[in-house]
């Protein structure tokens, strides 16, 4: 468990925190997604929209890149 930590450069509780934001934003995404799919006049919040969340993919891909190299 620990090594992945060390490898990722990264407290146990940051872990969390950021796995749990990406988890959560994913998981209201996809329910706004599954409502919207069964009743399209029902708007999308651009907060959840795909393009809102391919761009927040490549943040958190960039910062667990960066995260790597340190």
């Known amino acids: 468990m ?3 930590l060390k490898e ?4 146990y509780l940051k872990h969390v925190k950021f796995a749990w934001v990406v988890a959560f934003y994913m998981l ?8 919207h ?7 999308m919040p651009q907060l ?5 969340i391919s761009r927040k993919m490549r943040k958190w891909d960039a910062y667990l890149k ?3 190299l340190k």
């Open 37 to 43: 799919g069964l009743m399209p006049f029902i708007p």
């Open 28 to 35: 209201f995404s996809s329910c706004f997604l599954l409502v």
């Open 2 to 4: 620990f090594k992945h």
């Open 8 to 11: 990722n450069n990264q407290s």
């Open 48 to 52: 959840f929209s795909v393009e809102s």
């Open 66 to 68: 960066l995260r790597k």
